[in-house]
């Protein structure tokens, strides 16, 4: 009927206004939600924003730290230079100084010593009298010539046997009167030089007779390879020998000067 109709259309209706409604209601909150949306995403945009700004500022801050860093390193590597040079100036400096107070000490040690030896010589030259035969002897410059060349002629000979030790080698040594001051010996006796007559003429010959002999048992003991203890006063005994063979030397010289006169 009719008024069913019209009742029913009514409800229609009013499911209508109701679902109109609720869809504004609905479009309402939409709309909210894409305000606030659009409002969370402006915030979100404006704090990455921000933190893109940040982060440049901290990169800027990191290249201003990274350059500070850098100066300071250039600024230490000068320094720890400049320190180098500075150290290397005071070990020299030092050095120098060490050298300077060494040589002075060095100095000092010889003055003294020249002074201790100057004293030393003035209280022998003051306390001593020399022998007046010394006087006499260098009357004949040329007889001490050829007597200090028959010295050193001895000492030659004992060096040139005592480097053959290590060889263990018996050998014969140069005879008394082979010797250059053999020769002389028996050219003396031959002129008859007044000093052959003399006493000191006979020890000469002995003493120059000793250092021969001994000379020739050190090297065949040393062949046996008998113990360094006996080697040592055979030695001994060639040193006292030589020592002995010299002082005659002298009191030949003496005479012969004394008879010059």
């Known amino acids: 009927t009719a008024g069913e109709a019209g009742k029913g259309f009514a ?3 009013q499911e209508v206004r109701n ?3 609720r869809s504004a209601q609905a479009a309402s909150k939409i709309k909210s939600l894409v305000e606030s949306a659009n409002f969370e995403a402006n915030e979100g945009k404006n704090i990455a924003d921000n933190m893109i700004k940040g982060y440049e500022d901290l990169a ?5 730290t990274k350059e500070i860093i850098n100066s300071v390193t250039i600024f230490s590597k000068e320094q720890e230079i400049g320190i180098i040079q500075i150290n290397d100036t005071i070990s020299k400096i030092d050095s120098a100084t ?22 030393k010589l003035l209280q022998i030259t003051s306390q ?5 035969k010394y006087y006499e002897m260098v009357e004949n410059i040329n007889l001490i010539k ?3 060349t028959y010295k050193n002629d001895h000492i030659n000979f004992k060096k040139r046997y005592y480097k053959t030790l290590n060889n263990f080698t018996n050998s014969t040594i140069d005879d008394c009167k082979s010797c250059n001051v053999g020769k002389w010996m028996i050219s003396c006796e031959n002129n008859n030089e007044i000093f052959v007559k003399d006493e000191n003429w006979k020890v000469l010959k002995q003493t120059h007779k000793d250092v021969h002999q001994k000379m020739q048992e050190y090297i065949t003991q ?5 113990e360094n203890k006996v080697l040592r006063q ?3 005994q060639i040193e006292d020998a030589t020592m002995k063979f010299f002082d005659s030397l002298n009191d030949i010289l003496y005479l012969e000067s004394k008879n010059k006169k």
């Open 60 to 64: 800027s801050k990191i290249s201003q």
């Open 234 to 236: 055979i030695a001994s």
């Open 98 to 119: 060490q050298k300077n107070a060494k040589t002075a000490l060095n100095i000092d040690n010889l003055s003294n010593e020249v002074s201790k030896l100057s004293n």
């Open 146 to 148: 050829e007597l200090s």
């Open 11 to 13: 409800v229609v209706a």
């Open 19 to 21: 679902l109109a409604n």
């Open 222 to 226: 040393n062949a046996n390879k008998i």
């Open 128 to 132: 001593s009298k020399i022998d007046d």
